[in-house]
């Protein structure tokens, strides 16, 4: 009978230790699901980013040194006044030709005559002499191959007036006719001006104009002005064109002529394109006296 409670106490005890054993496993396994789950790990947010770096300048090669600045150019010289300008040794100025009233503006259209210069179209430019120039011929005695002018009188051609009314002109006789001025001294000649009838638009023919120191015109006579185109005057064939009578009057330049000396001035003409009738208004001669 012990031996028997013997192995019932042994079995107890083995069973109650199996027991033990499985609620202790038991707890643990509990235990073991009871904790919490582990923290999913979180990713780690962006690291803030870093203010950007200023840019730093390129260093820039050394720049070449300045160059020295260039002298300003001089300004260029103004061109010459008319009165400032020379020739040789003798300055030169404009000469003051005072002109009359103009009659009438233009070229006719219908005007019909060979050898016909053009109209400048504007004023004509400033003739320039030496300083001292005078107006040789005003009030000087004046002769005509036709002693007994129609109109006017032959004074009238040196008197100064150069308008275009009646009373201002002598009118000669037809076909080749001339007038002679004595400017009473052997003179340096520069220019000589002629107005023959400007109040209407005409052309005058055969117009020569010579100088001379014999008031004959027999020795050494020269011609500085001639538009006779088939010598019918008899003073030989000119260069010179045929011209339209305008308030400037006719300049003859003598001075790109050598500038002759002479004491006497003889003009020719031969009619003009309305008439056969010759006409003065005035002449000047422009020079100084040989001293």
């Given at each position: 009978m012990m031996s028997n409670?013997?192995?019932?106490?042994?079995?107890?005890?083995?069973?109650?230790?199996?027991?033990?054993?499985?609620?202790?496993?038991?707890?643990k396994k509990t235990a073991d699901t009871t904790k919490p789950p582990a923290q999913t790990k979180q990713p780690a947010p962006p690291a803030a980013k870093e203010a950007p770096k200023e840019a730093q300048p390129a260093v820039q090669p050394a720049a070449a040194p300045a160059e020295a600045p260039k002298p300003a150019e001089p300004a260029p010289a103004p061109a010459p006044q008319p009165a400032a300008q020379t020739a040789g040794s003798a300055k030169m100025v404009p000469i003051n030709i005072e002109l009359p009233k103009p009659m009438f503006v233009g070229t006719p259209q219908d005007t019909k005559v060979d050898?016909?210069?053009?109209?400048?179209?504007?004023?004509?430019?400033?003739?320039?002499?030496?300083?001292?120039?005078?107006?040789?011929?005003?009030?000087?005695?004046?002769?005509?191959?036709?002693?007994?002018?129609?109109?006017?009188?032959?004074d009238y051609i040196t008197d100064g007036d150069k308008e275009a009314a009646d009373g201002s002109y002598v009118e000669l006789g037809p076909l080749m006719q001339y007038v002679t001025i004595d400017l009473e001294k052997q003179s340096e000649l520069y220019a000589i001006v002629v107005w023959h009838y400007h109040k209407q638009p005409r052309v005058y023919f055969d117009v020569v104009v010579q100088l001379a120191d014999d008031k004959d015109f027999v020795t050494d006579v020269k011609t500085v002005f001639n538009n006779d185109i088939d010598n019918s005057a008899g003073l030989g064939i000119g260069k010179n064109m045929h011209y339209m009578e305008t308030s400037e009057g006719k300049l003859i330049d003598c001075l790109s002529q050598g500038s002759p000396k002479a004491r006497f001035v003889r003009l020719y003409s031969n009619g003009n394109n309305s008439n056969d009738l010759n006409h003065y208004i005035e002449v000047e001669v422009y020079g100084k006296p040989v001293q």
């Open positions: 409670v013997h192995c019932v106490t042994r079995t107890g005890l083995l069973a109650a230790l199996a027991v033990a054993l499985c609620v202790g496993a038991s707890c050898n016909l210069e053009k109209p400048l179209g504007k004023p004509r430019p400033p003739f320039l002499a030496p300083e001292g120039t005078v107006l040789l011929s005003k009030g000087k005695p004046v002769s005509a191959s036709d002693e007994e002018p129609i109109i006017g009188d032959i």
